[in-house]
């Protein structure tokens, strides 16, 4: 992609960056058209501490917390983590593949990674998260979409049904949605169902 002022070879200019390790290129004529919403905290509900950045850049010691023994080892990264007062850092540029989805499948593709963008908001499946997370957030995948072909946007529980349960129930979708002003049809299947349901109530 073309470098402007807000990118330059898929670094965003208002992120803070700490490059990763664990990354690759993303397969030749992939069109990054998905931003994929995570939602990740070491140890789990923890928020605030080195953690994160420290599995995404393979410095974490394993040996600090009880729960880091379950994922010894993990080799990971996503393109952005979000945190709980809004600071945003960059891993991965956006023009290379990072390593957040997983076994993954998503408007008929397969291994999502190949053509995403993966956001990590500082957080745990189910709870909710904070007002200027969502403001770097909305900011965040608007600049994605001016720079990319992006036309879905999903969660990890989306496109890894069973496996994942995040960013979970806490995500407001109706209010990014709203923020962003994009069609129903570039979100999941029926995420706005129930609420529609509820309103009929």
Known sequence: MPSTPLWREGWYS???HVASPNFGPRPQRSEVDLVVIHAISLPPGVYGGPEVQALFTNTLDWDAHPYFS????????AHFFIRRRGELIQFVSCDDRAWHAGRSSYRGRDDCNNDSVGIELEGLDGQEFSAAQYETLCDLTAAIAQHYPIAHIAGHEHIAPGRKQDPGSGFDWRFLQTSLAWPDTCFPKN???????????
Do not use: D, N, P, Y
Not at 70 to 77: A, K, L
Not at 191 to 201: A, D, M, N, Q
């Open 70 to 77: 379950q994922i010894r080892g993990m080799t990971v990264s």
């Open 191 to 201: 995420t706005f169902l129930s609420k529609r349901i509820e309103k009929k109530l």
């Open 14 to 16: 208002f992120a803070q």
